[in-house]
């Protein structure tokens, strides 16, 4: 079993910046790859960042690459996500996940655990 616990969101203007932390526990942190995922009030939830477990490769969704950096230290179990140059359309609450294979986070479906999410809000 493994619990996330997302911190970080918060109220920004548009061109701002905020970092998200998910911290882990539980089994071997360092042997799931990490993601983050957003949604928006009124829509499904889709995939944005993830990071994979060996040698850190990163993916990125095309509406984030350039603005959004997600990185992990192994060492305190913690997965970040950096949001630079924020949008109103980036608004959603943004949710930690975690498992075996980034090829299911990037898919976005069948993933083993979840966090509770964190409202990141971008005023205009």
């Known amino acids: 079993q493994v619990q996330l616990v997302e911190s970080g969101g918060g109220l920004v203007q548009a061109g701002g910046s905020l970092r998200l932390s998910c911290a882990a526990s539980?089994?071997?942190?360092?042997?799931?790859?990490m993601g983050w995922f957003r949604q928006a009030p009124g829509k499904k939830r889709e995939f944005v960042a993830c990071i994979t477990w060996s040698v850190g490769s990163t993916y990125y969704a095309d509406s984030v690459k350039g603005r959004f950096t997600i990185s992990r230290d192994n060492g305190k179990n913690t997965v970040y996500l950096q949001m630079n140059s924020l949008k109103p359309d980036d608004t959603a609450v943004y949710y930690c996940?975690?498992?075996?294979?980034?090829?299911?986070?990037?898919?976005?479906?069948?993933?083993?655990?979840w966090g509770q999410g964190t409202q990141v809000t971008v005023s205009s």
């Open positions: 996940a975690a498992d075996p294979y980034a090829s299911t986070l990037r898919r976005g479906s069948n993933i083993d655990y």
């Open positions: 539980g089994r071997t942190f360092s042997s799931y790859a």
